[in-house]
């Protein structure tokens, strides 16, 4: 412990000075809005409804408890001020360092290499993404609780007890609900039994997979949740215009990239666009880059087994987003990197450490050179965190980085909101975006909803069959021609709209809220109420569905069903103003 203590001291300060301008950065448009600033789920705290509402519902097209009731203690703690956000990511961050550095040196007796992983784990920029980003909390977080069942596992290696299985179960549990990509956590547990616990070849591989059984349950149930989440709302949609050999070449390129930005993490951005088709000699270099490395680690597994250990490391933990499953659309991202490098990290330290071993001359060379290179990520680091300061220039740096690409400009339309901007900026935007790419739906339904808002309706209707066209299995641009009808009286059409959206949408509310605004339009009250319970059967935390129950309640004379519609409004968001004036009406009424 002696020894551990002053490269603790020394990583944690380090860190906190490569991080120092963490605290200043601010929310960013791309996601804290639906994750913390936007959503009153998490924005108004810790309470009973938002706990329920957490390990119930789907938060930012996903399903991580764990990280939704962590954005709530920060609210509770903080209300809405992002730089305190961002130190205790800082703090999850410099925790998870000094757990690699602990854990790494308890299960291989080495100092020095065990301090290189954990140093350039902290301050590589690659990783500034999971740090510097407020909805990455889930990155951090979930590291926390994975690099902790890694302790369990290890303690009940020593001396296997009911209670310790039982402590690494609930560590697993409490990764994956804090993110899904901490699936492959019972695999990482076998590469430590191979190798540095070595517990194989001693104990067969069929005796160490059967002890982590309940492990593969766990991680199975809690995956199959997480894609029915993300199926359901869409997320998977880019990839499925991919096919299988699209896949398999991106997450061929996109191995190797990882590797190109770690050895040269220059020009980062928080967006890589996925390209489709990969020319034909990238992914067969990539794919002979990926065979020679694994050929040379399988040759070397025995006299070096860091090597192997490190390099399926990597290779196994980017596995779940990787591509071949698409979430989004882009390419790669910095933020998958944050566990999977150490398995690279490994790899490096510990063949360094051999060399120093076998040629004593070179120990000073080599710790110049590791000097540097963390000098180097520090400066870059620093650097990195200065771009996520503030939301447009976030933008602006993701331009320099990627070009004129549409994505560019739908976060820039996000971030001049953030930043309170004007609505005609806004607006430049998105007639920017739809110059360079005019069949891309987001901008065709934004245009189309401002040309709405304007009267200029056969624009806006023009603007959103177009999307139709081009997304006909998509609920929005069908949601959103059924409004533009409806502002125009034109409700026979606007229920066919709106019904399309509704069966497109199984489980979407707003479609069925939408149906209701029509139904009371035309003076059909009941078809309205019934819609409305409709929606609220689709997603029982929707408010605004449970707010409108209660103001049709009370025109039908329902005063006792509309004053517990109204309450259960409130119970799910205190902060609805027009719910609470409408309750408001309602207990005057009843008086």
Same mark, same amino acid.
């Given at each position: 412990m002696p020894r551990t203590l002053p490269i603790l001291a020394a990583l944690v300060v380090a860190t906190i000075a490569?991080?120092?301008?963490?605290?200043?950065?601010?929310?960013?448009?791309?996601?804290?809005?639906?994750?913390?600033?936007?959503?009153?789920?998490?924005?108004?705290?810790?309470?009973?409804?938002?706990?329920?509402?957490?390990?119930?519902?789907?938060?930012?097209?996903?399903?991580?408890?764990?990280?939704?009731?962590?954005?709530?203690?920060?609210?509770?703690?903080?209300?809405?001020?992002?730089?305190?956000?961002?130190?205790?990511?800082?703090?999850?961050?410099?925790?998870?360092?000094?757990?690699?550095?602990?854990?790494?040196?308890?299960l291989s007796r080495a100092l020095w290499p065990s301090a290189a992983v954990a140093a350039f784990f902290a301050l590589h920029p690659l990783h500034v993404e999971s740090v510097a980003w407020i909805s990455e909390r889930k990155d951090v977080l979930s590291t926390a609780f994975w690099l902790l069942a890694i302790l369990a596992h290890v303690r009940w290696v020593e001396r296997p007890a009911r209670s310790r299985s039982a402590l690494l179960l609930l560590t697993t549990a409490l990764a994956l609900m804090a993110k899904p990509m901490a699936v492959t956590l019972p695999f990482t547990l076998l590469l430590l039994d191979y190798w540095p616990l070595r517990r194989w070849p001693a104990r067969s591989w069929g005796a160490l997979l059967r002890e982590k059984v309940p492990l593969f349950v766990l991680v199975i149930a809690l995956s199959v949740v997480v894609y029915l989440v993300q199926d359901t709302t869409g997320a998977t949609g880019f990839g499925a215009s991919l096919t299988i050999g699209m896949r398999l070449g991106n997450a061929a390129v996109g191995y190797v990239r990882y590797l190109g930005q770690t050895l040269w993490p220059a020009a980062l951005s928080p967006f890589y666009p996925h390209p489709g088709w990969w020319p034909w000699w990238a992914i067969a270099g990539a794919l002979a880059i990926l065979a020679g490395v694994s050929w040379l680690v399988w040759r070397e597994r025995d006299r070096r087994p860091w090597l192997a250990f490190g390099w399926c490391w990597y290779l196994g933990t980017l596995v779940p987003v990787i591509g071949l499953i698409q979430v989004g659309s882009q390419s790669i991202a910095d933020r998958y990197t944050y566990v999977p490098l150490l398995g690279i990290f490994t790899m490096l330290a510990w063949s360094a450490a051999e060399v120093v071993e076998k040629r004593r001359a070179l120990r000073v060379p080599i710790a110049a050179v590791a000097a540097l290179l963390l000098g180097a990520c520090i400066f870059k680091t620093m650097r990195q965190v200065r771009i996520w300061r503030e939301p447009i220039g976030l933008i602006e740096h993701m331009r320099s980085v990627i070009g004129e690409h549409p994505v560019v400009y739908r976060e820039m339309a996000t971030a001049f909101l953030v930043a309170g901007r004007p609505e005609e900026e806004v607006i430049?935007?998105?007639?920017?975006?739809?110059?360079?790419?005019?069949?891309?739906?987001?901008?065709?339904?934004?245009?189309?909803?401002?040309?709405?808002?304007?009267?200029?309706?056969?624009?806006?209707?023009?603007?959103?069959?177009?999307?139709?066209?081009?997304?006909?299995?998509?609920?929005?641009?069908?949601?959103?021609?059924?409004?533009?009808?409806?502002?125009?009286?034109?409700?026979?059409?606007?229920?066919?709209?709106?019904? =399309? $959206?509704?069966? @497109?949408?199984?489980?979407?509310? +707003?479609?069925?809220?939408? &149906? !209701?605004?029509?139904?009371?339009?035309?003076?059909?009250?009941?078809?309205? =109420? $019934?819609?409305? @319970?409709?929606?609220?059967?689709? +997603?029982?935390?929707?408010? &605004? !569905?449970?707010?409108?129950?209660?103001?049709?309640d009370y025109r039908l004379g329902r005063y006792s069903d509309a004053e517990a519609a109204l309450e259960q409004a409130l119970w799910i968001n205190p902060g609805d103003e027009l719910a609470a004036a409408n309750l408001a009406a309602v207990r005057a009424k009843r008086r």
């Open positions: 490569a991080y120092w301008q963490v605290g200043e950065c601010g929310f960013v448009g791309y996601d804290d809005p639906s994750y913390v600033r936007d959503e009153p789920m998490v924005n108004q705290g810790l309470r009973s409804a938002a706990i329920a509402w957490a390990f119930t519902a789907v938060h930012s097209v996903n399903w991580h408890p764990v990280t939704s009731l962590s954005h709530m203690l920060d609210c509770t703690l903080f209300e809405l001020r992002p730089g305190p956000m961002h130190w205790v990511n800082l703090g999850w961050h410099l925790l998870n360092t000094a757990l690699v550095f602990l854990l790494w040196h308890r430049a935007q998105y007639r920017r975006g739809h110059e360079i790419a005019p069949d891309y739906p987001f901008f065709l339904h934004e245009l189309g909803a401002h040309a709405a808002r304007q009267g200029r309706f056969e624009e806006a209707y023009a603007l959103l069959n177009r999307a139709r066209e081009l997304t006909p299995r998509d609920v929005s641009p069908y949601h959103n021609l059924a409004s533009v009808c409806k502002m125009q009286g034109r409700f026979d059409e606007a229920l066919k709209h709106v019904r =399309r $959206a509704r069966e @497109l949408g199984p489980r979407d509310p +707003d479609p069925r809220r939408l &149906l !209701a605004e029509i139904y009371v339009a035309q003076g059909r009250l009941s078809d309205a =109420r $019934a819609a409305l @319970l409709d929606a609220i059967r689709c +997603d029982r935390w929707d408010w &605004l !569905a449970w707010n409108e129950l209660g103001a049709l």
